[in-house]
Nanobody, 116 residues
Framework: VQLVESGGGLVQTGGSLRLSCAAS????????MGWYRQAPGKQRELVAT???????NYADSVKGRFTISRDNAKNTVYLQMNSLKPEDTAVYYC???????????WGQGTQITVSS
């Protein structure tokens, strides 16, 4: 199983970025896909998830600014991030999960830095 994130980088406050996560080795359409982030000195936290039936959940801190979507034909999940703030600075990780405790996979992470 491989989850490969792309699209990270440095952006100014108020800017936008789009993250992509390409999955291989799984039946992508069955999986709940998610984005998590971890800032220095903090625990990893949920950003957004999208289920196989397109149920979507966002952390309160990103509601109205971030949009998660998926393309099952491309085995890819996206995170569109608008109105970025310095507190969004973190390493962002892609996650794929299916059977609880059995199928739970992580990408290598991509750094997002928002300058003030």
């Amino acid at each position: 199983v491989q989850l490969v994130e792309s699209g990270g980088g440095l952006v100014q406050t108020g800017g936008s970025l789009r993250l992509s996560c390409a999955a291989s080795g799984i039946i992508f359409s069955r999986y709940t896909m998610g984005w998590y982030r971890q800032a220095p000195g903090k625990q990893r936290e949920l950003v957004a998830t999208i289920t196989s039936s397109i149920g979507i959940n966002y952390a309160d801190s990103v509601k109205g600014r971030f949009t998660i979507s998926r393309d099952n034909a491309k085995n890819t999940v996206y995170l569109q991030m608008n109105s970025l703030k310095p507190e969004d600075t973190a390493v962002y990780y892609c996650n794929a999960r299916f059977r609880p405790g059995v199928d739970n996979y992580w990408g290598q992470g991509t750094q997002i830095t928002v300058s003030s």
